[in-house]
C-alpha cells in the first residue's frame, strides 16, 4: 500500500525531473542560437528520454490515486479528498509543479519559434541559392505554414 508519504515524495521528484527538463530547453535554445547543430542533437536526444521517461509518470500518479483511495484528473482535484494534515504540503507542491510546468511550456514555445525563425531563414537561403518558389518550412516551423494549432511536446495539466 503507497503512502501520501511516498506520494509527496514522488511528486517531489517530478519537480525535479521537469526542472531538469526546463534546464535542458534552455540548452536547446542556446544551441540553436549558435546555430550548433552537434549539441542541439545530443540535447534533442536526452529530450526524447525524458518523453519516454515520462509516459511512466501517469500510470504512477494513477497508481497513488488508486491506493489512496482518490479520484480526479488533476492534483488540484485531489487535494480536497485529502486528509486535512496533507493538504498544506500538496497544495505546495502543487504550486511549485504547476510554476514548473508553466516555465517548462513557455521555454518550450519560445524554443519552438526560435526554431522555426531558423528554419525560415534557411530556407529563405535555400530558395534564394536554387532560384525555386516552393516553400519547405513556414516561419513557425511546420510544413509551409505556421506552427499554431500543432501539438506541442510537453502539455500537462496539474
Do not use: W
Amino acid at each position: 500500500m503507497k503512502s501520501y508519504e511516498n506520494f509527496y515524495a514522488y511528486l517531489q521528484e517530478l519537480c525535479g525531473s521537469y526542472g531538469d527538463l526546463a534546464g535542458l530547453i534552455r540548452q536547446k535554445m542556446e544551441a540553436v542560437s549558435l546555430l550548433d547543430v552537434a549539441r542541439l542533437e545530443n540535447i534533442m536526444k536526452e529530450e526524447q528520454a525524458f518523453v519516454l521517461l515520462s509516459k511512466g509518470f501517469d500510470q504512477a500518479v494513477s497508481a497513488f490515486k488508486t491506493d489512496l483511495g482518490l479520484s480526479g484528473n488533476t492534483l488540484r482535484e485531489l487535494l480536497p479528498q485529502m486528509p486535512q494534515q496533507e493538504r498544506p504540503r500538496f497544495e505546495a507542491v502543487h504550486q511549485e509543479l504547476s510554476l514548473i510546468l508553466a516555465d517548462v511550456k513557455n521555454l518550450n514555445e519560445k524554443c519552438q519559434e526560435l526554431l522555426g525563425d531558423h528554419l525560415h531563414v534557411v530556407e529563405k537561403q535555400l530558395r534564394e541559392l536554387s532560384g525555386s518558389p516552393t516553400s519547405t518550412y513556414g516561419k513557425g516551423g511546420s510544413k509551409g505554414q505556421s506552427a499554431a494549432g500543432q501539438p506541442r511536446m510537453l502539455t500537462k495539466s496539474v
